[in-house]
């Protein structure tokens, strides 16, 4: 009699290892299946809201990169703010350079369409702004390649805004617009009086 239990429960055991083979394939294809959708709405969400971005070199500081050396500052870059290029002055943006279109370059907007801006070292020392366009400047002027080297940039090479500082920790904030006190458009109402 031993024999035919040891036999049943061995030949009961058999469709269980099956359920448990097609329950793996069932996890394996349930991974597969979400990760094939979490990739695209991933990919899809760093490209239309935002991302974080390692701020290298001088040209922001003293906002950014304070320190200077090797501790570079890294910001989270909205781009769904700017989604219909609606920018403020003060605001600091990223955007592709005019220069070279291979990098993103991080500056302030000083200036919107428009705008007359005494420039500090551009070809021409006033400069109105045209449509489609903005001015925009590093707040270290001595070591930034901005509009001052350019010209206004194009409201289409814009990639985002800053909107917080998140690396390193101990200096964790929001970024406000804000123009230097030197800076920013000019008041034709007083130049004309």
Avoid at 39 to 62: C, F, H, I, K, N
Wanted: charged content about 20%; proline content about 7%; some cysteine.
């Amino acid at each position: 009699m031993a024999p035919p239990s040891l036999l049943q429960v061995t030949t009961s055991c058999l469709p269980v290892q099956g359920s448990m083979a097609s329950g793996g394939r069932r996890y394996l294809r349930a991974f597969v299946g979400g990760f094939f959708v979490a990739v695209p709405v991933t990919v899809t969400a760093l490209d239309r809201v935002a991302y974080v971005a390692r701020v290298e070199g001088a040209s922001m500081q003293p906002f950014l990169n304070p320190e200077g050396g090797s501790d570079c500052d890294v910001v989270l870059l909205n781009r769904w703010s700017v989604r219909n290029y609606e920018v403020r002055r003060g605001d600091i943006v990223s955007v592709m350079s005019p220069k070279n279109p291979q990098q993103k370059i991080i500056k302030r907007v000083i200036g919107l369409e428009g705008d007359f801006i005494r420039t500090l070292s551009y070809k021409n020392r006033y400069v109105r702004v045209p449509d489609g366009h903005f001015w925009i400047e590093g707040d270290h002027h001595g070591h930034s390649l901005d509009s001052n080297s350019f010209g206004p940039v194009s409201m289409g090479l814009l990639h985002g805004r800053a909107s917080h500082i998140i690396w390193p920790p101990n200096r964790w904030q929001r970024i406000e617009a804000s123009l230097p006190a030197d800076r920013g458009p000019l008041d034709t109402e007083e130049d004309e009086g």
